[in-house]
């Protein structure tokens, strides 16, 4: 049964998987899957991480001088952020703007099932990189292009970041604060809602080939995909067409504050609201107009909330807790600060926060696990974040360019590798770490 269901495997995905290897789902999912990772910063990387993560051999391809997310210190792990959306990835280093460059990349393409690129658009079929050109090479290649705003219309040639998409989306506006001033999350949501939908798509693409046999060409923007994803709730008044105005009211949110924290606390139905009265000891709220029924209670949700918290206030958050929970009510401590978040009891439980001894990096680090959990595949980290250029000549002498044209490369400027570059001591806790003794 096992190798039926290897099997169909790689018939849906079209992998090039060992066939005697009958223990391949143990290496993840996507395990047989090679991708070609062309992307920078967040969007492109974090994507590419989920598909490594869930086993695909990603290659990250970067130009010489290193991709935008390493910062200035190239060749070195340099951020928390970096380790992460580059974890289960190798680096390969080579000049994309030169012929040469160019050349041992197409060596690379017959090897993969999946390219993913976000430079802006037009540049890469500039480039000779395009899908045009790249699926003469490999006619079964799943293209991955990210952008900011789409490959036509009036912003697509403009530079973009994570708040420019949170303006344009309607974001900004959706966290306006009590004064309807616009706010920006202070996380890059726009950036990794693109990157679960690209490896949303790229993995339905894949079964799409097992089907078909033949690959094709995907187009995702940014701001395409946060709108998709914010439209339900927050655009619900637009969403229904009856001539009438928009009239959004901006309230406070549902942090409220206790003697010594903060809680969340909700009752969206009746039975809910009624519990929460009990807990707090107002029933008399249950017989107020202003809060009778679901819809009532919307209208009225910035009284409703500061009546709330000025119950909480004089409570515990210990105590308040517990009663909200004594009446089934939705309710959590806030973790705040944050660093709360890695004793929390249920996510101690969970295991999601591994550590990670990086041989490069000066301390070690802590990174969640996939979040999404296969019962014949645990996670597990295969390959550490990549320096720049770790694997440039392993993965090009796979592809068959002999040594000659890699030194040739190399002294013409044309790949980078890390040979000499890497220190063989670096500081660890203030002490002087060997890794080689680790």
């Given amino acids: 049964m096992a190798a039926r269901l290897g099997a169909i495997s790689r018939h849906l995905c079209g992998g090039s998987v060992n066939k005697n290897d009958v223990n391949s789902a143990s290496e993840g999912p996507l395990h047989g899957i090679r991708v070609l990772d062309l992307t920078q910063m967040v969007s492109g990387p974090m994507g590419t991480q989920i598909l490594g993560d869930m086993g695909a051999d990603v290659i990250k391809i970067e130009p010489l001088t290193g991709a935008a997310e390493r910062g ?10 970096f ?3 580059n974890r289960n990835k190798r680096s390969v280093s080579l000049d994309l703007k030169s012929e040469e460059g160019r050349s041992l990349f197409y060596k690379l393409i017959p090897t993969a099932d999946v390219i993913v690129q976000n430079f802006r658009p037009g540049v890469a079929a500039r480039m000779g990189i395009g899908y045009e050109d790249v699926q003469k090479a490999n006619p079964r290649i799943i293209y991955m292009s990210i952008s900011g705003f789409g490959q036509t219309g009036p912003y697509t040639k403009n530079r973009v970041y994570d708040p420019v998409i949170q303006a344009v989306s309607g974001l900004a506006s ?4 009590e004064t309807g001033r616009p706010r920006m999350m202070r996380l890059v ?3 990794k809602v693109t990157a679960l939908t690209s490896a949303q798509a790229i993995t339905a693409a894949l079964v799409q080939r097992g089907r078909t046999g033949v690959g094709t060409s995907i187009e995702l923007s940014m701001l395409d995909a946060v709108i998709s994803f914010a439209w339900g709730e927050a655009f619900a008044q637009e969403a229904i067409v009856d001539g009438q105005a928009p009239n959004h009211e901006y309230s406070r949110d549902m942090v409220f504050q206790t003697l010594d924290g903060y809680i969340t606390c909700g009752a969206v139905q009746d039975k809910e609201w009624h519990a929460l009265c009990t807990a707090l000891q107002k029933p008399e709220w249950t017989q107020d107009e202003r809060f009778a029924t679901a819809t009532s209670r919307a209208l009225h949700r910035n009284v409703r909330f500061e009546m709330t918290e000025g119950v909480l206030r004089k409570m515990t958050t210990a105590e308040a807790l517990e009663r909200l929970t004594q009446h089934q009510v939705p309710n959590a401590e806030v973790n705040h600060p944050r660093a709360k978040v890695l004793t929390n009891p249920q996510v101690v439980k969970n295991k999601l926060i591994e550590t990670v001894e990086h041989p490069w990096a000066p301390f070690p680090m802590l990174q969640p696990r996939l979040a999404a959990q296969f019962s014949n595949a645990p996670y597990r980290l295969r390959h550490n974040t990549p ?6 000549r392993e993965i090009l002498r796979q592809a068959g360019v002999s040594e000659g ?6 002294k013409n400027g044309v790949i980078r590798t890390v040979q000499g570059e890497i220190p063989a001591q670096i500081r660890r806790d203030g002490r002087l770490y060997d890794p080689s003794s680790a």
């Fill in 72 to 81: 200035s210190s190239r060749a070195k792990i340099t951020s928390p952020l």
């Fill in 83 to 85: 380790a992460l959306v």
């Fill in 174 to 177: 959706v966290q306006a604060d």
């Fill in 189 to 191: 949501i726009p950036d």
């Fill in 387 to 392: 320096l720049l250029g770790e694997n440039t």
């Fill in 405 to 410: 044209t890699l030194d040739a490369a190399e």
